[in-house]
């Protein structure tokens, strides 16, 4: 997938899971399924995945490849990335440490849809202006995945947040 098509799917999927906790209702939002997050708190996790990205991708790439180096190997397809980040899941990973949203209410809606949306689009600037070499030669840490070229990581953040909507949708259903 090239850096436009990279983008594209970033926005877009952005943009459905912030159209899909719009329109939930103040009892949508809070309503947990047994031992789940709220859909409230699916936001605020993904408010917290996107900006330690959105902030890296705002790094000098000198400063890049002094903290975490540059990559030793090809970067996965899109398809290899959410294989293993689904292999992970099956394993028993999960979100730890700052990814973990606290108890939230309906009132913070408004205020994280904005900041959301606000660093989807910081990020999808910094992506335009990366060059294709340099996303597949730096690399950054992810907590469950490990080294990630900064290609891999657009790939986990587009995909992170469609199996976030999953989860939502699938909590309002079974409500």
Request: some cysteine; aromatic content about 8%.
């Amino acid at each position: 997938m090239n850096k436009d098509q990279l983008v594209s799917l970033l926005r877009d999927n952005h943009a459905a899971f912030l159209s899909q906790i719009q329109k939930c209702s103040d009892a949508g939002l809070c309503y947990a399924p047994d031992g789940k997050w709220t859909a409230i708190q699916q936001l605020d996790h993904i408010v917290r995945s996107v900006k330690p990205v959105n902030m890296a991708f705002g790094l000098p790439k000198f400063i890049l490849q002094w903290r975490f180096g540059t990559a030793n190997r090809p970067s996965k397809s899109y398809e290899q990335l959410i294989e293993k980040y689904q292999g992970k899941l099956q394993e028993g990973g999960r979100a730890s440490g700052q990814f973990v949203p606290p108890a939230i209410g309906a009132e913070s809606k408004q205020g994280l849809l904005n900041q959301l949306s606000d660093l989807v689009n910081s990020l999808a600037r910094k992506t335009e202006n990366i060059s294709e070499a340099s996303l597949d030669k730096y690399i950054l840490p992810h907590p469950l995945l490990g080294k990630l070229t900064l290609r891999e990581m657009l790939y986990f953040t587009a995909y992170h947040v469609q199996h976030h909507q999953a989860l939502v949708e699938k909590g309002l259903v079974n409500r």
